[in-house]
């Protein structure tokens, strides 16, 4: 994640720094598809970040639920008088 903002940063900061030197130039460049190439990173770097941000939370979650179950099921198994044979007690 701290990658990604990084980049996006800096990505950023190149932008401006083309149209500034676009802006002094006395011979006009066109810059602006390099530009509006910039931005497009940028917007495709934002999307990975959401998705692995959506992921992360997702996995969470998941590690969340698995371990009440594990918790549940342990109580269970400890009510009904112990670990059947052949299960191994954690």
Do not use: F, W
């Not at 994640?1 to 720094?17: C, F, G, N, P, Y």
């Not at 030197?21 to 931005?39: F, R």
């Not at 917007?43 to 692995?52: D, F, G, H, P, T």
């Amino acid at each position: 994640r701290e990658s990604q903002v990084e980049l996006r940063e800096h990505i950023d900061s190149l932008a401006t720094e083309l149209c500034r030197i676009n802006e002094d130039q006395k011979v006009a460049l066109d810059l602006d598809p390099y530009v509006k190439k910039l931005l497009n990173a940028r917007r495709r770097v934002v999307l990975v970040n959401n998705i692995l941000q959506n992921a992360q939370e997702r996995l969470r979650r998941l590690n969340h639920s698995v371990a009440k179950e594990t918790v549940r099921r342990r109580a269970m198994l400890e009510a009904a008088g112990g670990y059947p044979q052949g299960l191994p007690g954690k």
